[in-house]
């Protein structure tokens, strides 16, 4: 049986800088959360599949972040690792209401 998902209210839109990732912790995850410069929130898990590297530390490009050990593309959207690399993170569905950020997990 799958557990049902919930909207957890993480932080606050004003709060969180462009480009800049945030490392937050819910329900025991650890996940990366971005907000992007077109305005867009993305969540992901916090750790590179390949060596546990922060990704929340890591550089934004547009709808990617760059893992700060081993430079590893990870889609923000997709959570895929750009070949010829291989490896996938979990991604979280967000939503912004009355300037917070939701996530559900």
Known sequence: MKAEKRKVKIAEL???????????????????????????????????PHTNGPLAEGIVSGEYVFCPLKNWKVS????????PDDGIVET??????????????
């Open 92 to 105: 979280y569905k967000t939503e912004i209401h009355d300037g917070f950020v939701y996530i559900e997990v």
């Open 76 to 83: 923000l959207i997709t959570g895929e690792v750009q070949k």
């Open 14 to 48: 004003d709060h969180l800088p462009k480009q800049i990732g945030k490392e937050v912790h819910v329900n025991g995850k650890s996940i990366a959360l971005f907000h992007l410069e077109n305005g867009a929130i993305r969540a992901i898990g916090s750790t590179c």
